[in-house]
């Protein structure tokens, strides 16, 4: 009859343990550090997606449309992570991005052609690299165990990612503008100055050669 009586009561110390407030058991609330990163996490989820959608209605370069395509699926489902823990830990959420980030995604909308797919990368590299050192704080500084699991899983995609854009970038030739709201270069220096060399030399040559023939015939 002892070894019921000290099972039940162990069973009853447990449940007491567990239920009462304050104990050791009981979760522990996040902190300011794991609230602000699912916080920002979400919000450059959120950019991202709303980027990627851009780049596919917008870009005419399929090398563009498929990155997009991957950055979309996996910020989508990284934001669905994000927003599950979020929710367990009682830690609401941004409904948009910052007025800032709207701006920079306005501004993208209204460029296109080559001048879109150049300032699409180069959004996406910053975006990544926001991401990533957001990440590696929450690693080093995080306290939730589940908020510092995101950051872990969330970081070889975003590396994967990142190397994708600076390869892209690298190998992607400087063109001239095909679009943008007021003509703006990607970078390319102007290609009309030899052109217009080219012209004036001519005339020159030309001018010389009349010269020549009008000298000719009147000592003729």
């Given at each position: 009859?002892?070894?019921?009586?000290?099972?039940?009561?162990?069973?009853?110390?447990?449940?007491?343990?567990?239920?009462?407030?304050?104990?050791?058991?009981?979760?522990?609330?996040?902190?300011?550090q794991?609230?602000?990163?699912?916080?920002?996490?979400?919000?450059?989820?959120?950019?991202e997606?709303?980027s990627?959608?851009?780049?596919?209605?917008?870009?005419?370069?399929?090398?563009?449309?498929?990155?997009?395509?991957?950055?979309?699926?996996?910020?989508?489902?990284?934001?669905?992570?994000?927003?599950a823990?979020?929710?367990r830990?009682?830690?609401?959420?941004?409904?948009?991005?910052?007025?800032?980030?709207?701006?920079?995604?306005a501004?993208?909308?209204?460029?296109?052609?080559a001048?879109?797919?150049?300032?699409?990368?180069?959004?996406?590299?910053?975006?990544?690299?926001?991401?990533?050192?957001?990440?590696?704080?929450?690693?080093?500084?995080?306290?939730?165990?589940?908020?510092?699991?995101?950051?872990r899983?969330?970081?070889?995609?975003?590396q994967?990612?990142?190397?994708?854009?600076?390869e892209?970038?690298?190998?992607?030739?400087?063109?001239?503008?095909?679009?943008?709201?007021?003509?703006?270069s990607?970078?390319?220096?102007?290609?009309?100055?030899?052109?217009?060399?080219?012209?004036?030399?001519?005339?020159?040559?030309?001018?010389?050669g009349?010269?020549?023939?009008?000298?000719?015939?009147?000592?003729?």
């Amino acid at each position: 009859m002892k070894l019921p009586a000290r099972a039940v009561v162990l069973t009853l110390s447990v449940v007491a343990m567990v239920a009462w407030p304050g104990s050791g058991a009981a979760a522990a609330a996040p902190s300011a550090q794991d609230r602000s990163f699912l916080r920002a996490a979400h919000e450059l989820h959120l950019v991202e997606i709303s980027s990627a959608r851009l780049a596919l209605r917008r870009s005419g370069a399929a090398e563009i449309r498929r990155h997009a395509q991957l950055f979309l699926a996996d910020h989508e489902r990284l934001d669905a992570d994000v927003r599950a823990v979020a929710k367990r830990l009682a830690v609401p959420l941004p409904a948009t991005p910052s007025p800032e980030n709207q701006q920079d995604l306005a501004r993208l909308s209204r460029r296109s052609g080559a001048g879109f797919d150049a300032a699409w990368l180069a959004e996406q590299v910053t975006l990544h690299r926001q991401s990533t050192q957001l990440g590696r704080r929450q690693v080093g500084t995080g306290s939730d165990p589940a908020v510092v699991a995101l950051a872990r899983r969330a970081a070889p995609v975003l590396q994967a990612h990142l190397a994708i854009l600076e390869e892209t970038r690298a190998d992607r030739p400087l063109r001239s503008v095909e679009g943008g709201s007021s003509g703006e270069s990607n970078g390319e220096p102007a290609r009309t100055a030899p052109l217009g060399l080219g012209l004036i030399g001519l005339a020159v040559v030309l001018a010389a050669g009349a010269v020549f023939v009008a000298v000719r015939r009147r000592r003729a």
